[in-house]
């Protein structure tokens, strides 16, 4: 058995949940933490029962319940690299400062540095004295004694360094001990190696995308294969191979291309929009159902639907057209994922 439940999709958020018989997974995390525990509970999830959350990119559509939500369910979060990077970057608060400062900052960091080396130095000559003999060797320091880390000179200096910057002023501090991009625990995966969570096995795959890293996945298990495919700018060859034999094909068809064109939106975002690493239309999601879609899945889910530039008929129509053309085709049902409320589950 496995099930799927998508909480939201598009430019608001996204988010989903990806069940077999004992594991669930949350595809990203794009709606505050008490909004997508509330869908959870309304789409029958027990957002408790959660095993994990993986990431398919760092934009904010996709993480902005990301920290709050793993930290209260306290379940490990899986990342490629690029994109944990990326997204510590965005959650690191950036702060600005006079030269003035900046200097008063740097020499306090520089007393700090020297009195931390000074007091590891005072340690490890105390050390030698207590030995009974004269063999002393680095590790014979006893690190517990000062800190449990693998790197005591660099706990006692950043020690220091925080003590001292208790003088700095405010907009100047920085906090040792508050990091917003704190999570339980951190998983990394790479495109195109498979990976396991619980009973799940997920393939990510790289999609063209203006992300540090972004990636699709196929989730398997049980002998069913569900696949996710949004936020590309076109179907490449390794996601076309990649989305085969699935039984659920959850396929971006973000916007029409005529009232992309036309719509609210500055030049610059519609280029993005339209570029190889934007977002895919209507026609080409169309496209790739009539020209290289197996027909395997039993639905078809449209996601990441644009609120501005599409409307849901018309995606409904141009996949529905584009499934029409192949008879072998006309059992895939076609379903639309909201933005605004969570889908009814679909269980195979």
């Not at 990806?18 to 027990?46: F, N, P, Q």
């Not at 298990?221 to 696949?227: D, M, N």
């Not at 519609?270 to 159902?289: I, T, W, Y």
């Not at 018309?314 to 006309?330: C, I, K, T, Y």
Request: with cysteine; aromatic share 6%.
């Amino acid at each position: 058995m496995m099930r799927m439940t998508v909480l939201a999709s598009g430019s608001k958020g996204n988010s989903a949940v990806v069940s077999s018989s004992h594991t669930r997974i949350l595809v990203d995390a794009g709606l505050s933490c008490r909004e997508l525990m509330r869908r959870m509970k309304a789409a029958g999830e027990d957002p408790y029962a959660l095993n994990a959350v993986i990431i398919t990119h760092e934009h904010a559509d996709h993480v902005s319940g990301l920290p709050v939500l793993a930290r209260k369910l306290n379940i490990p979060v899986y990342f490629t690299e690029g994109t944990h990077r990326a997204w510590v970057r965005q959650m690191t608060p950036r702060t600005t400062m006079s030269y003035k400062q900046w200097l008063e900052k740097t020499r306090l960091e520089k007393e700090a540095r020297l009195e931390a080396q000074a007091l590891a130095h005072q340690i490890a000559a105390t050390a030698v004295e207590d030995r009974p003999d004269d063999h002393f060797f680095a590790n014979d320091v006893d690190v517990d004694a000062v800190d449990a880390t693998t790197d005591p000179e660099g706990a006692l200096q950043a020690a220091a360094a925080e003590d001292l910057c208790e003088d700095l002023p405010a907009e100047t501090k920085v906090s040792l001990t508050d990091n917003p991009s704190y999570l339980p625990a951190v998983e990394y995966f790479q495109a195109g190696k498979q990976l396991c969570i619980g009973d799940i096995d997920v393939l990510p795959f790289t999609i063209p995308h203006d992300a540090a890293d972004p990636c699709g996945f196929v989730f398997q298990s049980e002998g069913l294969r569900i696949g996710f495919a949004t936020d590309l700018g076109y179907v490449p060859p390794n996601v076309k191979l990649a989305l085969k034999n699935c039984d659920i094909l959850l396929l971006e068809s973000n916007h029409d291309l005529e009232m992309l064109r036309d719509g609210p939106y500055p030049w610059s975002v519609k280029q993005r929009v339209l570029s190889r690493v934007g977002h895919l239309s209507n026609a080409a999601a169309a496209e790739f159902l009539t020209r290289d879609y197996d027909g395997g899945a039993r639905y078809v889910v449209l996601a990441h639907l644009s609120e501005s530039n599409n409307m849901p008929e018309l995606a409904r129509l141009a996949a529905e057209q584009a499934l029409g053309n192949h008879p072998s085709l006309l059992g895939n049902r076609v379903l639309l994922a909201d933005q605004s409320a969570p889908m009814e589950p679909i269980c195979l």
